[in-house]
């Protein structure tokens, strides 16, 4: 578990700083980088802690794809997908989710019917 104590470094402040100078061509204060750094630090922190509790409860030792999905949705919000996306997401599931998710659009389906 990270120290609550020490402070977060994960972005960089020459990297953001180098980033605004040449990708966006403009000149930024220190303390606009700085302030950028904290917040999102914070977040990205936030983010990873959760990501690997939900392995945990897994009981994993491995942060995988879905706990960053999950964590990162808890924390910045989701991204909407189009349905061409979600039936893309749907399809790339194993087979036991796959006949979870189809008994369910047919158990709603069903009960939508009437």
């Known amino acids: 578990m990270p120290n609550k104590n020490k402070k977060t470094e994960i972005l960089r402040f020459n990297t953001i700083k180098e980033y605004i100078n040449n990708i966006l061509k403009m000149r930024s204060s ?36 879905e706990d960053i999905v999950t964590a990162v949705e808890k924390h910045l919000g989701k991204k909407h997908l189009t349905w061409q ?30």
């Open 30 to 65: 220190d303390s606009a980088v700085k302030k950028f750094i904290k917040e999102f630090d914070s977040s990205i922190a936030a983010t990873l802690i959760d990501a690997g509790k939900l392995s945990k409860e897994d009981k994993r030792n491995t942060v995988m794809d």
């Open 85 to 114: 996306e979600t039936a893309k997401e749907i399809i790339r599931q194993n087979p036991t989710d796959l006949g979870k998710i189809s008994k369910t659009i047919t158990d709603h389906i069903e009960k939508n019917k009437k």
